[in-house]
């Protein structure tokens, strides 16, 4: 995570979050175009997220959810007028991408593998987001209409030629996901913070819910080979996570639903 120092207008922030605001130092700690995020260095630390309207609502309720099983830092505020603001704790720990967890791949691997099965173990019955499938494959098909097509994030070995080629798998495909286990929905190493290598939480739960569990095991293979560097540690994972579990069938699925963004 990189932060950087930044000055700001508490006043122009909502009255409801000036008090966590006024006195700390501030820093940026965003890492993508479509929110801000805002770590607050007072007390044990807290980060504020801000993104368009009504755009922050599911992962307020998922990081709900996920805090009541322990899984996650509690909402401490969440405001939606012209923007949504959401307030979460600093989780103590760090996330997996520090130097510590990346210079011992195979513990990393494992543990990335080990807490992901747990995850998938959970009962969801009472998820707030009981349709993740549904609205993962409307999106794909959005975005597939709307001409967004990206394989550069990638192994080849998951890559498709075309959109077309992608978008035949999804439609006779992606009906075939099923909606059964709780998901992170982004299983990311950013996302995930270890406390000397026992799991602190997960963060970043904008796109989670009751989905299949392929869509996260990709999302834990890709980042293993983004963050290494190196595909290596593919079978390692699968083994370690539970190979009787895991279709590579739907494992190109996934990919095929994902280079659409």
């Not at 922030?13 to 805002?38: H, M, N, T, W």
């Not at 007028?81 to 520090?98: F, S």
């Not at 993740?132 to 080849?156: M, N, Q, S, V």
Request: aromatic share 12%; hydrophobic share 40%; proline share 4%.
């Amino acid at each position: 995570m990189t932060l950087t120092p930044i000055t700001a207008d508490i006043g122009a922030y909502p009255a409801e979050l000036q008090p966590f605001l006024r006195g700390a130092k501030l820093y940026d700690s965003s890492c993508s175009s479509d929110a801000r995020v805002i770590f607050i260095d007072k007390g044990e630390g807290a980060f504020l997220k801000s993104a368009p309207k009504g755009s922050l609502e599911r992962e307020t309720a998922m990081t709900r959810y996920f805090h009541s099983k322990e899984l996650a830092g509690e909402v401490i505020a969440y405001l939606s007028d012209e923007r949504d603001w959401l307030l979460t704790p600093k989780i103590r720990g760090a996330d997996c991408t520090v130097a510590k967890y990346l210079a011992r791949p195979e513990k990393l691997c494992d543990t990335l593998a080990e807490q992901l099965a747990a995850l998938h173990g959970l009962d969801c019955a009472d998820c707030p987001v009981p349709n993740h499938t549904e609205l993962y494959l409307a999106k794909a098909g959005l975005h597939y209409r709307a001409g967004i097509y990206d394989t550069d994030l990638f192994p080849d070995n998951w890559g498709y030629a075309s959109a077309e080629e992608a978008w035949r798998v999804v439609e006779a495909k992606g009906p075939m996901l099923r909606t059964d286990t709780l998901l992170h929905g982004d299983y990311c190493l950013p996302n995930i913070i270890l406390d000397e290598w026992r799991l602190g939480g997960f963060v970043d739960l904008d796109i989670g819910g009751v989905g299949d569990r392929h869509v996260d095991v990709f999302w834990a293979i890709w980042t293993l080979f983004f963050n290494l560097k190196t595909n290596k540690y593919r079978e390692r994972f699968i083994d370690a996570y539970g190979r009787g579990t895991v279709d590579e069938d739907m494992l190109r699925v996934v990919a095929a639903v994902e280079v659409f963004g």
